[in-house]
């Protein structure tokens, strides 16, 4: 893991990781997540929900979307 970073479990033996530098948690791994965060359009960013889906939120329009602007639309 990074520096700064810890895996715990919860009760019910699901994995969770504590960023301890920003004083947060969440249910993804930050060794998978970089990917996640990469190569967006400028003014986008990615957040997660509280039970860790992924979403998008497009500053230049100030809208949400579950779909991945990095994706050709179909």
């Known amino acids: ?3 700064g970073w810890e895996k715990h479990y919860t009760a019910a033996d699901r994995p969770y990781f504590v960023d301890h530098t920003n004083q947060r948690t969440t249910w993804v791994d930050p060794r998978t997540a970089t990917a996640m965060f990469k190569n967006l359009p400028e003014g986008w960013e990615v957040r ?3 039970k860790g889906e992924r979403y998008f939120v497009n500053h230049n ?3 949400t979307t579950w779909w991945d602007p990095r994706l050709p639309m179909v």
């Open 1 to 3: 893991l990074p520096n």
């Open 48 to 50: 997660l929900t509280p």
């Open 61 to 63: 329009s100030r809208t």
